[in-house]
């Protein structure tokens, strides 16, 4: 089982983003997935809780507004796109089932937001 996030990148302060995380080994469109965040020296957060059939329920009140969550179930994947960003986004981005995150934890993708 393997959850695979790609899409992020250095980008200036305003810029946009598209994260993809697909999952191997197992399949997702029974569950409500999440995307998270560690920012360096803070704890991991959750970003978005979407339901399985996409409907998003939940986003930090940080990028409310500017991220949008949206899966596609027949590809295995879930997407954040992420627009007006900030500094304060610079952090690595994973994905993972919500409200109890089950699966393994990848790598995640690292977005960094700086001029």
């Known amino acids: 089982v393997q959850l695979q996030a790609s899409g992020g990148g250095l980008v200036q302060p305003g810029g946009s983003l598209r994260l993809s995380c697909a999952a191997s080994g197992f399949t997702l469109d029974r569950y409500a997935m999440g995307w998270f965040r560690q920012a360096p020296g803070k704890k991991r957060e959750g970003v978005s809780c979407m339901t399985s059939s996409g409907v998003v329920l939940y986003y930090a009140e940080t990028v409310k507004g500017r991220f949008t969550a949206s899966r596609d179930n027949a590809k295995n994947t879930v997407y954040l796109q992420m627009n007006s960003l900030k500094s304060e986004d610079t952090a690595i981005y994973y994905c993972?089932?919500?409200?109890?995150?089950?699966?393994?934890w990848g790598q995640g993708t690292q977005v960094t937001v700086s001029s």
């Open positions: 993972n089932t919500r409200p109890n995150v089950i699966l393994p």
